[in-house]
């Protein structure tokens, strides 16, 4: 099936995960109206889980309590030319993202490869970005989408290599399920484990809160605190 118009990009240019020309929508729908909120001074930030993702089995290792390395990524809904000089970012407990930085390039390493993985860099904290039905775009922008964890930036994986410096240890604190009811999330439901691939809905829309375990110089914490 051919992808819309907006959707083509140049084949030099590689993003975190594969494109599905439903994502935008997906996006689109998960994203609240209740107000974002920064990541607290805790290091507590909440990620979707996508349902293709956990129909395939490929994020077994999401169990709350146990400590994950991993690199949070952004889906983008859309983004703009940051007009503001400041960098910050903020995430709402159904993993909605906004944020402001520069777009720099992680290359891939390989001796045929000469692409790269694209990076929001926001005062020094990296994520990965996935442009989804967005085009591509470099420089300081604007960003908004939704957090999530990609199979195919795990340790090992020829992009997660590429943004090893966009990993951290996080411990899984709460995961949730959320049904949509007119395009809106219901009530929570609280998982102790993400579901069984066969039991994955696509009616359904799947969190966890991550909380950062990481070594932190205190100065990191209180640059986090004073970028609010």
Not at 145 to 152: F, H, N, R, S, T
Request: glycine share 8%; net charge negative; hydrophobic share 40%.
């Amino acid at each position: 099936m051919g992808k819309p118009a907006r959707a083509r990009r140049d084949k030099e240019r590689r993003v975190a995960g594969r494109h599905h020309e439903d994502r935008e929508e997906l996006v689109r729908r998960t994203l609240g109206r209740r107000a974002p909120r920064e990541e607290r001074w805790d290091g507590e930030l909440t990620v979707q889980l996508l349902p293709q993702h956990l129909a395939a089995g490929a994020l077994p290792s999401v169990v709350v309590g146990r400590e994950l390395e991993v690199a949070p990524a952004i889906y983008t809904a859309g983004h703009l030319p940051a007009l503001s000089g400041s960098e910050t970012w903020m995430v709402d407990e159904f993993g909605c993202f906004d944020g402001r930085g520069t777009v720099i390039a992680a290359p891939v390493s390989g001796d045929e490869c000469t692409c790269h993985v694209d990076v929001l860099d926001v005062a020094g904290r990296l994520f990965p970005v996935n442009w989804a039905a967005s085009e591509p775009a470099d420089g300081r922008l604007w960003l908004e989408g939704a957090l999530y964890l990609d199979p195919e930036l795990s340790a090992g994986t020829e992009h997660g290599e590429a943004v090893a410096l966009c990993r951290r240890r996080y411990r899984v604190r709460e995961i949730r399920r959320y049904l949509r009811t007119a395009f809106r999330p219901g009530a929570p439901v609280r998982l102790d484990a993400v579901p069984e691939p066969d039991e994955v809905s696509d009616d359904a829309m799947y969190v966890a809160d991550l909380r950062l375990v990481d070594d932190v110089p205190d100065a990191a914490l209180v640059g986090e605190v004073a970028s609010r």
